[in-house]
């Protein structure tokens, strides 16, 4: 038997969760986006339809990490039965607001 202190071994490169990838595809209509998600604890989905609605709890926008309180309006994925895994995932409606406002201004003719 060893007469040893024991030894507490720490990672070399500390565990830090990367933030989700994601892109706006589509805005489709006021009420409805279109998302790619790319995330590896929380699932990949290349074509996600997401729908405009309250938020029933404060959250991050996953667009622009600005807070989201209760009553914002939100962009949530759509889904059937079973939820996907970033079911409880919110973009902010005025991210996307701000977003279609740059893309008009980009279709404007030059004078």
Request: net charge negative; proline share 8%; aromatic share 6%.
């Amino acid at each position: 038997m060893l007469d040893a202190e024991p030894v507490v071994c720490r990672p070399v490169i500390p565990y830090t969760r990367r933030a989700p990838i994601v892109r706006v595809l589509e805005i489709s209509s006021e009420l409805t986006i279109t998302v790619s998600w790319n995330d590896a604890t929380g699932g990949n989905y290349g074509a996600q339809i997401w729908r405009i609605r309250k938020a029933h709890h404060p959250g991050v926008c996953a667009l622009t990490n600005e807070a989201i309180d209760v009553g914002d309006f939100v962009y949530r994925p759509l889904f059937g039965d079973i939820p996907p895994l970033n079911a409880d995932a919110m973009i902010s409606a005025e991210a996307i607001r701000a977003m279609r406002e740059s893309e008009n201004r980009e279709l404007e003719p030059a004078l």
